[in-house]
């Protein structure tokens, strides 16, 4: 048999216990599975589905989700300081790069590869 301290701590535990109503609230019991007419097979069954589609539904909605430039085009997101300062920095280099670029004379005559264009080009010439 119990002792009487025991017993006493199970009554107080039954009493303070929440109910049938308190648990579909919280979200401790589903309502499918309240109801005796249902198998429980055929419960987790449908559990499993239901868990099944809202993956699916998750998995599709994180495919076709915007990426982050395109948020930051719509201005939903706006660019931290560090991604501002490294645009930035890109962008004046490829100024700086622009402005300073050597002319296409420069660039034939410091090119190792033109005498062997030329090279190549008159050997064909020869064979036609």
């Avoid at 991604?83 to 420069?106: A, T, V």
Wanted: some cysteine; charged content about 35%; overall charge positive.
């Amino acid at each position: 048999m119990l002792s009487t301290t025991t017993r006493e701590q199970l009554e107080k535990f039954v009493e303070s216990r929440p109910n049938l109503q308190e648990l579909l609230e919280r979200n401790i019991l589903k309502e499918y599975e309240c109801n005796a007419k249902v198998s429980y097979s055929l419960m987790k069954t449908v559990e499993q589905l239901l868990w099944r589609k809202r993956q699916c539904t998750l998995s599709q909605k994180l495919e076709h989700r915007p990426n982050v430039e395109e948020l930051e085009q719509r201005g939903i997101l706006c660019p931290t300081e560090d991604q501002m300062k490294g645009k930035e920095l890109k962008r004046k280099r490829m100024e700086d790069f622009l402005k300073n670029r050597p002319s296409r004379k420069e660039i034939t005559q410091l090119s190792p590869v033109e005498p062997h264009v030329k090279q190549v080009h008159s050997q064909l010439e020869q064979k036609l």
